[in-house]
């Protein structure tokens, strides 16, 4: 693997010095582009494409004048296509480069759609991975290997973006990530989130935004910035949409449906997602615990291998209407529903051993879960556009209910060294959870002069949640109530929001500064029973969240850029994680929450140096005091106890480069790399703490175009070994390849992808500063799989007016606990 890792990467680096050599000499095609009211058109995306395939082989963005320059063409005949938010595609005429010559084309003039002339069509596709001022865009369509994946998986392909086995998501070495659908918030966390995500086929993915360092519009929450992934959704008149379905193989069969549907008549837009999946999943967890005594000297050991092997029903709809009341003012509402139901069994066998190594005990474990999630919501928006010039209001209230219904059974079986069973156990239990959230925000834009705007808005939401545990202990078949671990928690959360921006261009700067200020009110209500009494809690406080933003252009048509942000941001604790009763793992493991955890703030620098579409160079520091991780450690009976703490400081500094060439016509790749160094400092249990770690990531995805509609893929990513607070991982890689046909006048697609080729991509380390105990861990999720699918799109897809991203909601659903 490693061998045809350094292969690739040998390879890529030749195409970028033979393509960057190129650059001097190739040919060009400059030109202005400017809308019918002769305005110039900035940001339309410049597509150059081989005459007789329309394949791509270079973009560009306009500048804020409406030119551009396409440079590094190769002797050919081409033709320029153009595409803009707001306005018909455009497709030019032939063009012919020889002898490295410059073409200037004639003024383009793009036609508006709301002129309902005649449109043109664009056969190109888009880039996987685009590069934009403020985000990283990751067309999902545009990846054949994402066919019979869910979201998840599609999300863990993203440039800088790691998925853990507990679905825990960092973005560019920083956890923290807030992720939102739609601009609508997830009510979810961990394995909630990851399962949520799951149940998502990618199929209904268009594209996900990554935000390191959001503006003050967006909610403070996420250290790691935001992640916003965007459904498909068409405004196209008439009746358009697309099905998708796939069959996929790991360890179990899986399968995945979805079908997006939209009807644009007169003044209405009605449009629906639907996705049905099943899956069948499977992991492996073998854990050693060496018990220590004061000087280190080994007092017994304790091994267990656990299987999980979950099966999920997850069905999900989106459905809403936008009416246009005018043509400068909106209405319109959203549905949205999510279900998975499922069960999991979860054998585990235990080994303890004496000082001296010889057989203590053996344990027999039968663990099985019953879930049911439910994750609905509603959401009315409202918008008005007051002139031409981009003076828009909006509202939008949500409302967003979490429900979730888990039963399980613990029943072990305890055997002495001659393996005579000693003692059993049979614990039941059940853990309703609800999650009621209220949202309501506007925002108001206003340019001004000189090129200048202002922007500002106020937010406030409400979360309820009420979680129980109820516990039994089953002897003799009689269910007794368990006082020790049965409770009730109630938590109620407002938060009160209010922001100003203001940005303005100048003729090479551009600045943007802006404030948030988040008043939060919280009350836990631990209710007591017959054994334990009541407890209370109460927190309040006000924060201020400033960004800035420079970007200059080093010439005079803005194809070298220095862009300067900075930002501060929060992390709220899960909901969950204040939750302070007990739940149980399995017979030596659990897990509480901590009423006294605080928030944890953080402040991101970041400068960025950017060659037009082709190469991005970055350098951050992210300090975070109050650094929330999970602590482990060992409590009476040998019982492995984690909670979550505050960590007093973690310092992350780093430097990233994004690259995206073409070195062929029928070659594009997008080579992202970063290397990150985290230093934690603090106590841990009374324990001192103070470590650091260097590692180093790599994401590269090759896309292919082979002609007469076939195109392939080949991805991989590799990331050395990490350390997090109490944590170390082992290094992790995965490879993907995938190959596709179009079909049915290419309207449908038959795509055959394989996951995890070499099935390097598992997760072991060690859980260092536990008092007493050295821990190893070893993970294994099967993640090698082969999927076909098959997709087919139907109707037009011009879209005659844009939509704006609806919901109030944008944080809150993220810190719902597992």
Known sequence: MKTFIMALIATGLCSAFNFARAQGGSGKIEGKVSNQDKKPVDAATITVADFKTLAMVKTALT???????????????????????????????????D????????????????????????????????????????????????????????????????????????????????????????????????????SLPASQLNQIELMPNPPAKYDASGNAGVINIKLKKSKAKGFNGGIA????????????????????????????????????????????????????????????????NPTNYNPNVKLGMDYYLSPKTTLGFVLTGAMSTGHNYNPVNSVLKDREGKLDSTITSNNNTQSKNYNGGINLNYSHQFDSLGQVLTFDLDYLRYSNRRDQSFFNNTYNAGGIMATTQDILD?????????????????????????SAGLKTSYVNTDNAANYFNVINSISTVDNNNT???????????????????????????????ENTHVNGHQLGNAQSPDSLFTQQY??????????????????????????RRIDRPYYQDLNPFVTILDKYSQFSGNPFLRPQYSTYYELTYSYKSMLTLTAEYNPIVDYQVEVDKTIAGGIFAATSGNLGRRDHWGITANIALNPAKWW???????????????????????????????????????????????????????????????????????????????????????????????SAGTITNVPGAAITYHNDNANRSVTLGFSYNFGSNKDNRKKRDTGAANTEAGRVGN
Not at 104 to 110: E, K, Q
Not at 675 to 698: A, C, V
């Open 430 to 454: 059940n853990l309703p959870a609800d999650i009621d959230i209220y949202a309501a925000k506007t925002d108001y834009e206003r340019p001004l002069k000189n090129k200048a705007k202002l």
């Open 668 to 762: 594009s790749f997008n080579f992202y790399t970063e290397l990150m160094h985290n230093w934690y400092n603090g106590q841990i249990d009374n324990l001192n703490l103070n470590s650091s770690s260097t590692y180093y990531y790599f994401n590269w995805t090759n896309q292919f175009n082979l002609g007469n509609g076939w195109s392939a893929e080949l991805g991989t990513f590799y990331v050395t070994p990490t350390r997090d607070a109490q944590f170390t991982h082992r290094f992790r890689e995965q490879t993907n390849a995938g190959i596709q046909k179009k079909v049915l006048k290419n309207k449908g697609a038959i795509k055959l992808s394989a996951r995890d080729v070499f099935k390097a991509n598992f």
């Open 63 to 97: 500048n804020p004048d409406g030119s551009f320059v396409v440079e590094g063409l190769q002797n050919g005949k081409y033709r320029v296509l153009i595409s803009a938010v707001g306005y018909q595609n455009y497709k030019g005429d032939s063009l012919l480069i």
């Open 245 to 308: 379905a796939s069959v996929g193989m790991a360890k179990y069969w899986r399968t995945l449906e979805s079908v997006n549907l939209n009807y644009h008549v007169n003044k209405v837009n009605f449009f629906v997602n639907a996705g049905y999946g099943v899956q069948n999943g499977y992991r492996r967890l073998d854990v050693g615990r060496t018990y220590l005594d004061g000087l280190g000297n080994v007092t017994s050991s304790y091994t267990e291998t656990a299987f999980f």
């Open 542 to 567: 006000t924060s201020l969240f400033p960004t800035a933003y420079i970007l200059y252009k080093l010439d005079t048509a803005g194809k070298n850029a220095l862009k300067f942000s900075y930002g």
């Open 99 to 198: 002898k490295q010559q410059t073409i200037s084309l004639p003024a383009i003039v793009l036609v508006s759609t709301s002129r309902q002339l005649k449109e043109v069509e664009i056969a190109g596709q888009k880039p996987f991975v685009e590069q934009k001022i403020d985000r990283t865009v990751v067309n999902v369509s545009s990846s054949i290997s994402s066919v019979g994946e869910n979201a998840l998986e599609a999300l863990e392909k993203a440039p800088g973006v790691t998925v853990d086995d507990n679905g825990n998501i960092t973005f560019k070495g920083r956890t923290g990530v807030m992720v939102l659908i739609d601009d609508k918030p997830t009510y979810l966390s961990g394995q909630d989130l990851a399962n949520y995500l799951k």
């Open 487 to 517: 409770n009730r928690f109630l938590y109620k959360e407002s938060i009160n929001a209010a922001y100003i921006s203001f940005n303005q261009d100048f003729k090479r700067l551009s600045i943007q500064a802006g404030l948030r200020a």
